[in-house]
């Protein structure tokens, strides 16, 4: 069965500091994967997505994800965080095997203090 | 440029109270879902739509039902509230499911069911 996991349900970094969210998934064949981000109140926007090809991504804001099959992984970065980057962040996958439905992670709350 | 457009935005019911939270895309998107959030278990899908006509359920249907006459519509109705359908129900739309695209997400609706 499909799933994501996103193992930290709460982070707090520093303005300026590196930020790098986890995301694993289980999946039986390639996997389509995204990160998605949540303002309070909102809806959720795009922030990168891996289909094919190149297993580093690059999104909006700075951000960045690394494809890693042997690991299961697609990890967010970021290398300096900005205090309008506290959201909700989720990540979600799809693909052929899902059945036209895409899976999301239970979200990582980022708060960033100055 | 409207994009996904949800309404309403806040509904209160009460227990056994039917009503149809309604969804609408400007960019003639083949595929549309509906998805619930919840504290600790981010979205789950409820149904969703690959196109004009064509319906089928996702993770948690149970109480719910769609349809989808048209490209752009794709109402999600409440047959029978109870207090577990309290959430915030977000509508989401891309090209289609299966090429290189992003969910363009609405605001999100907050249902609490008394």
């Known amino acids: 069965a499909q799933s994501v996991t996103q193992p930290d349900i709460h982070i707090t970094v520093s303005e300026g500091a590196s930020l790098e969210l986890r995301c694993n998934y289980s999946?039986?064949?390639?996997?389509?994967l995204f990160w998605y981000v949540q303002s309070p109140g909102q809806g959720l926007q795009l922030l990168l997505k891996?289909?094919?090809?190149?297993?580093l991504v690059q999104g909006i804001k700075g951000f960045e994800a690394e494809f890693k099959r042997s690991q299961s992984s697609f990890n967010l970065r970021k290398p300096s965080v900005h205090w309008s980057d506290a959201a909700e962040y989720f990540c979600?996958?799809?693909?052929?095997?899902?059945?036209?439905?895409?899976?999301f992670g239970t979200g990582t709350s980022l708060t960033v203090i100055p | 440029n409207a994009g996904v457009t949800q309404t309403p935005k806040f509904q209160v019911l009460k227990t056994g109270q039917s009503m149809t939270l309604q969804c609408a895309q400007d960019?003639?998107?083949?595929?549309m879902s509906w998805y619930r959030q919840d504290p600790g278990m981010g979205l789950r899908l409820i149904h969703y739509?690959?196109?004009?006509?064509?319906?089928d359920q996702g993770e948690v249907p149970n109480g719910y039902n769609v349809s989808r006459s048209t490209t752009e519509d794709f109402p999600l109705r409440l047959l029978s509230a109870a207090p577990s359908q309290t959430s915030v129900y977000f509508c989401?739309?891309?090209?289609?499911?299966?090429?290189?695209?992003?969910?363009?997400f609405g605001q999100g609706t907050r249902l609490t069911v008394v």
């Open positions: 739509s690959v196109g004009a006509g064509i319906t």
């Open positions: 979600a996958v799809g693909g052929t095997n899902t059945g036209n439905q895409f899976y």
């Open positions: 989401a739309s891309s090209q289609n499911y299966w090429t290189n695209t992003e969910a363009f």
């Open positions: 891996y289909f094919s090809g190149d297993t």
């Open positions: 999946y039986g064949a390639t996997p389509y």
């Open positions: 960019m003639n998107h083949e595929y």
